[in-house]
């Protein structure tokens, strides 16, 4: 650090826990972070070279560093989540939250109204949610309106309006959507029980509810009122159905949120499950863009601390994919088997699908930016100085030793570009060898593409263990490329990816999209391969037969086998049959060919 200023406000920096923020030169706001000893988390980003690029940009530019002093790591948690939405500093994963959730109001007055709402007044009146959009919020208050007839209107039912007569029943009352309370058809003290059916409803909690149904039917059945009967069971199967799509595992797991967290080289995607109950009442990813290569504890740590404080979360047990501290008053439990393991685990599989809807939108709406990521996800993986925009993949054909061929096939960002394919017939090589082939074919197209001043590219693949790889290598080091150009080789059998030098494999996440890169370059080779192996096989058996008949050249034999779909059937053809197609003079040397070679 060549700084003095920044060295002393350093030195000067408590042990304590805390929040830091860079500034620039200019006075603007670059960075918040937490730490649970100011001093050396904040010398930490001084001290040494990061790998990560953006850091270091980050690191040239802090002029100044502000701190704030918490009691707890806790505490800075909290205080770096306000701060970063405050501030929305450069080089933070931005946590915005523009839009107003909507939330169920149970209205505090007499018979009370069920409405949905963005606002929140302080009278009395209970909320709940916030849900993550009105689409869940309607399907919830369809379900209560299909259990219960509540009041739609907003007139003020106190005992004494009612009393003075000062409303008439509407419309909803005539078609049975509500009882009258307006009118005094139905008491304050039967519909505030519904009410507080609908409340456990809304927490998640179907028990009472079916068992109170299930008592009415009983007692409706049983004095032969079986109508009523029947519209108490169809109510029955309208909750048990919802319930059957809400509930997940054991009923028993009550009042817990599930987060999990899904990242790659840019983004993160954090799931959360609100449990009630044994019932998922809620569910939201929320996406992470990374700023400065932030790892998945310090992403779902921020995230966690955002998704309680947005959706007014308070349960005391939360579930996690791994251990993180948020104080004593939250429990934090690692699943590893059990019914938990697959709340976590559904958790992850929305994240997932969450983020390949993302993708595949990126892809339509995008191209440019999803064949960015896949780059840069490769150059990642694979362990690359620069990212692989150019590949070059070779495979060798040849079944039981015959016509040995090999296959170039070239992708450019990802995606196959067929006009630069090349085949190669081996020259030097006598019998299925390989080893040999590889080392011949290498060495002919790169010393080509040098000769000619074409671009050479960034990784060369080869379909093959260690012994195809090492054969590529001398070929390689023989034209001075070694360094120059990245080269691994793929076992088929067990997608194990070999590097030079190194007896031990890389394997590669099955699902992947660097490793289905590889596979699609892969099979391409393989099919390119042996495509041209077949059709010179053919043009082998083709040839033969045609050099021992006088008279008849290449041309016509062609036209023959077209017609006639094989030489078998050629032969067992009639000369009138023959002539025509190519002629009488022809059609007789060659069924006197046959009939000569047939005696």
Known sequence: MTNPSLELQIQTLPDNPGVYQYYDKDGKILYVGKAKNLKKRVASYFNKVHDNGKTNVLVRKIETIKHIVVSSEQDALLLENNLIKKLQPRYNVLLRDDKTYPWICIKKEPFSRIFPTRRMIKDGSEYFGPYTNFKTVNTILDLIKELYPLRTCNYDLTESNIEKGKYKVCLEFHIGNCKGGCEGYETLENYQTQVNAIREILKGNFKESLKDFKNKMLHFAANMQFEEAQKIKEKIEVLENYQSRSTILNPKISNIDVFSIISDEAVAYVNFLQISHGAIIRSYTLELKKKLDETDQELLELAVVELRERFKLTSKEIILPFPLDFGESIKVTVPQLGDKKQILDLSE?????????????????????????????????????????????????????TNPVSACVVFKDGKPSKKDYRHFNIKTVEGPNDFASMEEVVYRRYKRLLDENQPLPQLIIIDGGKGQLSSALKSIDDLGLRGKIAIIGIAKRLEELFYPGDSVPLYLDKKSETLKVIQYLRNEAHRFGITFHRDKRSKSALNSSMETIPGIGEKTMLTLIKHFKSVKRLKLATEKEISDVVGASKAKKISEFYNISNQ
Do not use: W
């Open 349 to 401: 599989r929305n994240a997932k699908y969450y983020r390949m809807d993302q993708l595949k939108q990126i892809q339509i709406v995008d191209p440019e930016r999803h064949t960015n990521r896949i780059m840069a996800q490769m150059q990642k993986d694979l362990r690359l100085s620069v990212e692989p925009r150019h590949i070059e993949c070779f495979d060798n054909s040849n079944i039981q030793g």
